[in-house]
């Protein structure tokens, strides 16, 4: 029995309230007896106002100073009233004892959601923060929308995290719970038959691609409705494990991949990952795929200039998203077209005939061929072998590539590149007269790696330095070449402006901007993921003067029809006056095709072409 009463007596505060019901039930009861038993009072009552008088006196004790009567009525009273004082004082104590726990275990995000159309986040990295302030951007003309976040973390420095980096989170509301994704029972917590989509993020640390899958294979393995997953992983060796484990039903991105060919494509292209990050925010221009039985039979060519608010960049096919096509490419009744809008309610097609100025529109000469290059890779880290394959898929045979670091693994892998002679070369990167060893004037190409063997912030801190090395040499040589540079943190940027280096990648935010965006829209990866392969077209920053007479006020669809008649697809422009002004850097995405706009010496128009 005694067994017995310690496990009732452990089961927690509803246990112990209803035991002490029973002993509250019992105290009434005697005090009841005794009062009818050993005295008269009061008067005339009955047993059932005698338990009355015998429960009020339990509850409150203070009443037994008002009562009159014989001696054995007052004491019986008396007595009842002091174990009342216990009882109430024990019942007190169980409530704010269980009220503690509860407002504990809330506050310990244990709870479950009761969410529906809700983005759910699995995992914890400085992601988490670019993909939230994007969602949040997204939803901003929702009601009701909601962000679940589940991670191995506290669930009020969680939350008290988000408002510092996001700020005000507007419609969209933000539920934290603390658990373990890749655990079965923490998942539930989610209501995850009811989201609309899950982002699964990769830590930070060793073995992140291990914990990805792990978490796939919780989803994979859970029942009820499957919702659309969008996974990132580090390595690319670890794709063919991460699909089998997450099914068909999930989307995995290649961090290292995709940084590694924004990388290489903005050594080529200045201003290439300005373009890529407006494509991939919900700033400005967002990416859309529409269908419009208007367009049905018409030619691609044609359809550049059926939307007065939008640009069409491409077309989405049973066969896969091609950007660019021919210009005589029929659309038919099954395809989508791929456009550039500000929102997709302003996505309508223009009320007539586009009008555009053939005599500002330019004849450029012939792109000129390949020619070898010369290209200077700064620092190195697990990426840079990817990004020295893809710079060999770029360049003209004969080019030579020099890598200068002081990593113990720099070089290391490169056999059987086609295009690219390499050099290795110890260096010290942040020290300037190490730099001037160098030659650096001799290169058309700069590229500076962030060194891995670092914590981010540190790696920030020397590719700042050599950045500012690498400016100042510039400017005392009167040399000019140009410079890519990859870091960590999206608050550094500000700083490396100073250093005006062509083009700087945030590695880390391109990787949460582009998880936000195929949360909302999966069918994108298709487009992203022909944006940032060599294969197709291209995004290309081309001279303004090669499109539109220089220096004259024309129309945006002079600028298109001017790249339509050389089978390239105009999809903005970048003025020289705006490349330091964060946070577009001179880049204007699908601008009106009415306004006037002039453009100059040093402006660009931004197009996608084959080369």
Known sequence: MRYWFDNTMSRGTASLIGWLALVSVGLVLVVAGLTAWLTDEPEGAGFGEVLWLSLMHAMTPSKVASDKGSTAFLAVMFVGSLAGIFIVSILVGLLSNGLKQKIDRLRRGRSMIAETGHTVVLGWSDQVFTIIGELVKAHASQRGSVIA??????KLDMEE??????????RTRLVCRTGRPTEPGDLRLMNLDKARSIVVLSPDGED???HVIKILLALAKRAGDHPPVVASLTS???????????GSQVHLVDSDDTASRLIVQSSRQSGMSVVCMD??????????LRSDAALTGRSYGEALHAYQ????IGLRRAGGVVLNPPMDTVITADDEVVVIAHDDSLIHLASGEASFSEKDITVAAATPPLEPERTLVLNWNARAEHIVRYLDGYVAPGSMLEIAADHPKAGAGLDGLRNLTVN???????????????????????IVLSDDRFKPQHADTRTLMTLLQLRDMQTVAGERYSIVSEMHDENNRSLAEVTEADDIVISDTVIGLLLAQLAENRHLADVFGYLFDSRGSEIYPRPASSYVTKDAPVSFSTVIESARRRGETAIGYRLASGVNQAPHYGVVLNPSKSQPLTLGEGDSVIVLSER
């Open 149 to 154: 976040v589940l991670a191995d973390r506290d």
């Open 161 to 170: 995290e988000i408002r510092e980096h996001i700020g005000d989170t507007g």
């Open 208 to 210: 992140s691609d291990a």
């Open 236 to 246: 690319s060796r670890n794709l063919a494990a991460a699909r089998l484990a997450g």
């Open 279 to 288: 494509l991939l925010n919900f700033d400005d221009g967002e990416i859309y």
């Open 309 to 312: 608010t939008a640009t069409v």
């Open 424 to 446: 290795v070369k110890e260096c010290d990167t942040t020290d300037r007269y190490a730099l001037e060893a160098l030659g650096v004037g001799l290169y058309q190409h700069v």
